[in-house]
């Protein structure tokens, strides 16, 4: 399922400082069993002490991160951390992937609509609201599919 490769050495550029803060956390803690809750980032990262803006905080920054910035960062029940491999990355994607689906299915099935016919609006609208996306790079492909998926 993966194309492309992983790629560790670089760096994202034009990060506002919240997002600074949090990938200097993640991307300390490569891998699924170094996850940390957003509880927890937003604690590192010195946001304010709630913990509802915590987890809301966070969760904004990181979807920002790997759809804006392109970085592998996949998250479980135990929170967000960096992808590390092959298998870590495939994994997010056929979860993500999973939970696309089922949330395109409920919303066709509140129009009263295929599936099938459903993605086939949504692809039209898609494309008359955003401007034609450039094709990622062939080493910026397995980020491009989490982008897609989204967080």
């Known amino acids: 399922m993966t194309q492309g490769t992983l790629d560790f050495s670089k760096e994202p550029k034009n990060l506002t400082a ?9 991307k300390q803690r490569p891998g699924r069993d170094n996850a940390l809750s957003a509880g927890e980032i937003g604690s590192m990262a010195g946001f304010p002490e709630d913990i ?3 987890y809301r905080l966070v969760r904004r920054i990181i979807r920002e991160l790997v759809v804006d910035h392109y970085l592998n ?3 479980s029940p135990s929170g967000f951390f960096m992808i590390a491999n092959e298998d870590e990355m495939d994994d997010c994607y056929r979860s993500l992937r999973s ?8 919303a066709a099935r509140i129009k009263k609509v295929s599936l099938h016919k459903f993605l086939g ?12 996306e450039e ?13 897609n998926v989204l967080l």
Do not use: R
């Open 135 to 147: 094709e990622p790079k062939e080493d910026e492909t397995s980020k491009f599919l989490l982008d």
């Open 52 to 54: 509802k803006s915590h």
């Open 99 to 106: 939970m696309g689906l089922k949330i395109l299915q409920k």
């Open 18 to 26: 919240e997002q600074q803060a949090v990938w200097d956390i993640i």
């Open 73 to 75: 960062i996949g998250s």
């Open 121 to 132: 609006q949504l692809s039209m609208e898609i494309e008359q609201e955003e401007p034609k």
